[in-house]
């Protein structure tokens, strides 16, 4: 009897895949925002992505802002994220730029403290109509503000400001001098670096910092309240003289003869 054929059966590899949570930057109190159906956690390294300011910070005031972020740490099955820029959404620009407004767009390049080159695109929208050099002191005044906040931070650290509006706030105070301002905000922020986002190094300078009282023995504080007095030497006086008082001599009276 013929053998009977046996059929070839395909065997299909699957590979099982792991739920990795994503979890935010540090500045934002490094709490879960998502997960992710991965077949290995270090196939997320690098990967961006984006998330509404108000679902990080819980406050409604920050629905406008979306903020990107980079997979750069792995630690077990989470994924460790950094953040490397911040956008304004195009209905809030809209909603700000009316008629009889001036709109001013400015962008600069700055570096970080930690070294990091740094692209800002800046909004200002005035009450009304206004000339073209008010404009062109308005954008230097507001780069002159943002060039030492941007210096003396590191990335994440001038983001936490942006989010706070203490800048923001402080800017508009000022450039409301040279001209009445409906809006002065951030409209985009960006990293100029490619590949993995690493965690800045920054070199604090410890000449500034202020020197820590060292705790004193009781021995030491004994020795400070003790005050040597100066002896004073006894002033010598001047030796009297006795005083010679004149002798007088008696008068001799002669007898009349």
């Known amino acids: 009897m013929a053998k ?57 005031k920050d629905q406008n802002v979306y903020v990107s972020m980079q997979v750069n740490k792995i630690d077990g099955s989470m994924l460790k994220t950094a953040v ?74 001038f983001i936490s400001l942006l989010v706070n509006r203490k800048i923001l706030m402080e800017a508009k105070r000022k450039l409301k001098k040279v001209y009445p301002l409906k809006e002065v905000s951030v409209r985009v922020i960006k990293l100029m670096e490619k590949g993995i986002i690493q965690e800045e190094i920054v070199v604090e300078d410890k000449t500034k910092e202020e020197v820590k009282e060292q705790p004193v023995s009781k021995e030491q504080s004994k020795e400070e309240t003790i005050v040597e007095t100066p002896v004073e030497k006894p002033v010598e006086k001047p030796v009297e003289k006795p005083v010679e008082t004149p002798v007088e001599t008696p008068k001799i009276e002669e007898k009349e003869e």
């Open 4 to 60: 009977k054929d046996k059929k070839k059966v395909s065997k299909i590899k699957i590979k099982k895949k792991l739920w990795c949570k994503i979890i935010s930057p540090k500045i934002f109190g490094s709490k879960e925002i998502g997960e992710s159906y991965l077949q290995a956690p270090e196939k997320a390294l690098g990967r961006k992505l984006k998330s509404n300011l108000k679902d990080l910070t819980g406050n409604v």
């Open 84 to 157: 490397v820029g911040y956008e304004l959404t195009p209905s809030y620009i809209k909603r700000a730029v009316r008629k009889n407004t001036s709109r001013i767009d400015d962008h600069f390049r700055f570096t970080t403290k930690g070294g990091k080159n740094v692209v800002i695109k800046t909004l200002m929208v005035t009450f009304g109509t206004c000339q073209r050099s008010v404009r062109t002191t308005l954008s230097k005044e507001l780069k002159e503000l943002l060039e030492p906040e941007v210096n003396k931070n590191d990335f994440s650290g």
